[in-house]
């Protein structure tokens, strides 16, 4: 990440234990900390919602809604934003965590390592024309029986946890 001291320019830098960035030469001190993100499994009548990702990492497969939680937010005011920007649609205040798992995200050279919680929420009714999907974000959605959720097909491995994890209890 760097090749440089971003402090004074040294090319003595050391990454130590894949999360800290230290410059012998003037002390400077960077903690690659873990990012926190949010999914929401929206359940539905039809299936759980699915959006098709647009963006790299991992252009083509399938997600849930949800994103980075940004700074100064909580994770469920961070996943209520994503929900209205990528869908167009708030899940309101009755999502419920469900369970959270480790995952990294591969971003223009640079691998975040990221702390995923998903949450769920039940919307029995919800139909693609409530919603006012972002195409700059997602390229699709789909609603899709648990039984149909083909591994392969989703984004990131802690989604494919997630819905392991719903899967097996008869959630989804």
Known sequence: MFKYCPQCASRNIKFERNRVFRCPDCGFVYYHNTAAAGGLLIATDRGVLLIERVKEPAKGKFAVPGGFVDPGEGAVEGLRRECREEIGWDPGPDIKLYASFPNSYPYKGIVYNTCDLFF????????????????????????????????????????????????SLGRL
Do not use: M, Y
């Open 120 to 167: 769920t929420v039940s919307a029995p009714d919800l139909r693609a024309s409530r919603l006012s999907v972002d195409p700059r974000e997602i390229g699709g959605i789909r609603f899709v029986r648990a039984q149909d959720i083909a591994p392969d097909d989703l984004a990131f491995d802690s989604t494919r946890r997630a819905i392991t994890a719903f899967q």
